[in-house]
């Protein structure tokens, strides 16, 4: 027998302000995008410290290195969303099922853009 796990489609839901206790916890997983004819895939993780989705968002892989920003999440047409000045955002979609979670959506970053997806991994 053969069992396949994560194949499973976990279900689109549309975030409300009521949701903020199931996002508060640690999120890991994979920005993918690229700039210039690139493409590339990188860490991300994001901690959700509060129900008004206040918290910390880190990028791994940044020209940089390794960078953390304030993460002050709002509900905006059904996605949790964060700006952080001209074209600096997250727009994420809110995926709920079977006691699952995932963010999923896209970002910009001055001239870096891609997608995001995230799992939760701890409350």
């Not at 952080?84 to 709920?96: D, E, M, P, Q």
């Not at 079977?98 to 939760?120: A, E, I, V």
Request: aromatic residues 12%; glycine residues 16%.
């Amino acid at each position: 027998m053969v069992v396949f796990e994560g194949c499973a489609t976990i279900p689109l839901k549309p975030l409300s302000p009521s949701d903020g206790p199931d996002l508060i916890g640690k999120w890991r997983g994979e920005r993918h995008g690229g700039s210039s004819g690139s493409s590339y895939t990188h860490p991300v993780e994001l901690e959700i410290t509060n129900e008004n989705f206040g918290g910390e968002i880190t990028f791994h892989g940044t020209a940089s290195g390794t960078v953390s920003y304030p993460f002050h999440g709002k509900v905006e047409d059904g996605k949790l969303v964060c700006y952080w000045g001209s074209g600096r955002w997250v727009k994420l979609n809110f995926h709920k099922g079977d006691g699952k979670f995932k963010l999923k959506g896209d970002y910009q970053w001055m001239q870096w853009g891609g997608t995001l997806s995230l799992r939760k991994v701890t409350k």
